[in-house]
T-cell receptor, first 112, second 113 residues
Framework: SQKIEQNSEALNIQEGKTATLTCNYT??????LQWYRQDPGRGPVFLLL?????KEKRKERLKVTFDTTLKQSLFHITASQPADSATYLC???????????FGTGTKLQVIP | GAVVSQHPSRVICKSGTSVKIECRSL??????MFWYRQFPKQSLMLMAT?????????EQGVEKDKFLINHASLTLSTLTVTSAHPEDSSFYIC?????????FGPGTRLTVT
């Protein structure tokens, strides 16, 4: 069956450190993968998109890698801040379909 | 990035009544919009894909007669929850594609009493 799993439900990290979140998928052939941030009671906010032919994408303190052989994406937040505390969702855009399927989410807590 | 709005942000209704939620793409046109539902501490579940000018495509297990979707224009899609029951209480979120990227509305909290 098709699955998208994010490494842990919750991740606590000290302020200033790099947070690394993992997204693993099985039985999908994604055209691209997207990362979102979601705060409680709010809709997801788009952060980054990485295509299947791209290895890495950066935006300010964010970095995403995409390994289609391992079927894995890593999402890094460098110099993490308490304001980065939120739930982060990965989402796959499946080839041939115009819809996005979400992972389970990781709740990140950055401790001052 | 592109902006998607949703209205209302919160609604409380009595069991048996219908509720309409609007989703608008504010600065781009969207031929396709999506409706998601999210239960507490769970991820987003796709309910249906809304296509401008044609019928919506519903995911397996979603009752099309209960969740009516209308995509009247390139910037507006509506979701109507008909004959709402307490188990329909949830967080409903719409989204729209702007080329490859998908943007989400702020969500609507529906409570059915």
């Amino acid at each position: 069956s098709q699955k998208i799993e994010q490494n842990s439900e919750a991740l606590n990290i000290q302020e200033g450190k790099t947070a690394t979140l993992t997204c693993n998928y099985t039985n999908y052939s994604p055209a691209y993968l997207q990362w979102y941030r979601q705060d409680p009671g709010r809709g997801p906010v788009f952060l980054l998109l990485i295509r299947e032919n791209e290895k890495e994408k950066r935006k300010e303190r964010l970095k995403v890698t995409f390994d289609t052989t391992l079927k894995q994406s890593l999402f890094h937040i460098t110099a993490s801040q308490p304001a980065d505390s939120a739930t982060y969702l990965c989402a796959l855009d499946i080839k041939g379909y115009q819809k996005v399927t979400f992972g389970t989410g990781t709740k990140l807590q950055v401790i001052p | 990035g592109a902006v998607v709005s949703q209205h209302p942000s919160r609604v409380i209704c009595k069991s048996g009544t219908s509720v309409k939620i609007e989703c608008r793409s504010l600065d781009f046109q969207a031929t396709t919009m999506f409706w998601y539902r999210q239960f507490p501490k769970q991820s987003l579940m796709l309910m249906a894909t809304s296509n401008e000018g044609s019928k919506a495509t519903y995911e397996q297990g979603v009752e099309k007669d209960k969740f009516l979707i209308n995509h009247a224009s390139l910037t507006l899609s509506t979701l109507t929850v008909t004959s709402a029951h307490p188990e329909d209480s949830s967080f409903y979120i719409c989204s729209a594609r702007d080329f490859d990227e998908q943007y989400f509305g702020p969500g609507t909290r529906l409570t059915v009493t």
